[in-house]
């Protein structure tokens, strides 16, 4: 049992369900995310712990109390809204503890936990000043504030950071991490960006069509995608997806990647656990970074394989270079080293670390290996 239990929880509309049968548990001072597309129900979810939303069916609980029906003011929850939701006619101060006000928290004791969070936050400076006159960045800061006077049993995110621009949202991403990682607090946190769910996340929830489409840490979504959604969504690059055929021969078990096409590659699978797959059409799903030349690869590649490739498209990405190549009849990403010097039309080999290699099914889509 966790601090939060979300046990088989439903949400529908009239006769259509929009989440389906969610089972999540968050021990406390874990920071989950809910990553997924629009749409996808990771909003309604976080609402339904708020109690913004009702729950179809199912049970939720907090700190052992089960809280289906409890007023949200009654949750001992705060929530960090994307669109800051601060009073323009108070000051910073004044928002900060309106909240501790309400709950006849006496002034001595938001003064004190005003102080405190203002100096944790850096922004004992803004507290006389009124949200019109703040930065994004600011009125962020502001508004996480107004969440950790109360000192809440859980933290509940809901895109915070989609309104700042690219800079202001890895700045504030890294105070968030820093902020989370001193505090030790427990935290939901609703993004449609991956980046931000793989660098905040202790555990990520994928979600797609109301479904929890895989729940784990962020490098086991990374490197073992649960199926196709996953391993496409999650990156960026996304994962590579190639269409080829398992073979079993003398030397081993192989895939056989543009069957007959002047691009053909046949690779050593050598000990994969895919004899049961002979014949079986797959994708292969491989990462940018496990495609690339040897040196790129590193000494910790063990199981090497070359494959034959022609370069179609190559993009400087200042530390990196992405090169797009064809391998049979199938673009893929490989990452480059800075320095590299490949150009359009060219034939090479590439280096892929077979250890690095996921297979899914093509017709389910699930992950067989």
């Known amino acids: 049992m966790g601090f939060l239990d979300i046990n088989n929880v439903t949400k529908s509309y009239g006769s259509v369900e929009v989440l389906h049968k969610v089972d999540i548990s968050v021990e406390e001072g874990e920071f989950l995310v809910l990553v997924g597309p629009s749409g996808c129900g990771k909003s309604t979810l976080l609402n339904m712990i708020a109690g913004l939303e009702g729950i179809t069916s199912g049970e939720i609980s907090i700190n052992g109390r089960v809280v289906n029906g409890v007023h949200p003011s009654k949750r001992n929850i705060a929530m960090v809204f994307q669109s800051y939701a601060l009073y323009p006619n108070m000051t910073v101060g004044q928002n900060m503890t309106f909240g501790l006000e309400m709950h006849g928290v006496p002034k001595p004791e938001r003064d004190k936990a005003l102080r405190d969070v203002a100096a944790l936050l850096q922004i004992e400076q803004l507290l006389d000043r009124r949200p019109g006159q703040l930065s994004g960045g600011q009125r962020q800061r502001v508004a996480m504030g107004r969440a950790l006077v109360r000192n809440p049993d859980v933290f509940l995110f809901d895109e915070p950071l989609s309104n700042l621009d690219a800079k202001l949202r890895v700045d504030m991403r890294t105070e968030i991490k820093k902020l989370h990682e001193k505090l030790k607090t427990t935290v939901v ?23 929890i489409q895989q729940l784990g840490t962020p490098q086991d979504i990374y490197d073992n995608p649960a199926n196709i959604f996953v391993a496409t969504f999650m990156g960026s690059p996304s994962m590579n997806l190639v269409p080829g055929r398992i073979s079993a021969g003398e030397g081993g078990m192989s895939v056989v990647l543009g069957a007959g096409g002047p691009g053909e590659a046949v690779l050593d699978l050598g ?91 093509p017709k389910t889509e699930q992950r067989i290996i």
Not at 193 to 209: K, P, W, Y
Not at 291 to 315: F, N, W, Y
Not at 346 to 358: N, P, Q, R, Y
């Open 189 to 211: 946190y609703v993004t449609h960006d991956q980046i931000e769910a793989l660098t905040l996340s202790t555990r990520i929830a994928v979600m797609n069509g109301g479904y």
């Open 271 to 361: 000990a994969a656990g895919l004899a049961a797959a002979d014949g079986q059409q797959v994708i292969m799903g491989v990462r940018p970074e496990a495609l690339s030349d040897r040196a790129a690869l590193g000494s910790q590649a063990r199981h090497i394989a070359d494959v034959p490739a022609t370069v179609e498209v190559v993009e400087p990405a200042g530390a990196d270079t992405f090169v797009t190549v064809r391998i049979g009849e199938t673009e893929v990403v490989s990452r480059m080293g800075a320095n590299s010097r490949l150009r359009p039309g060219e034939e090479i080999t590439l280096s892929l670390d077979m250890d690095k290699v996921v297979f899914f099914d």
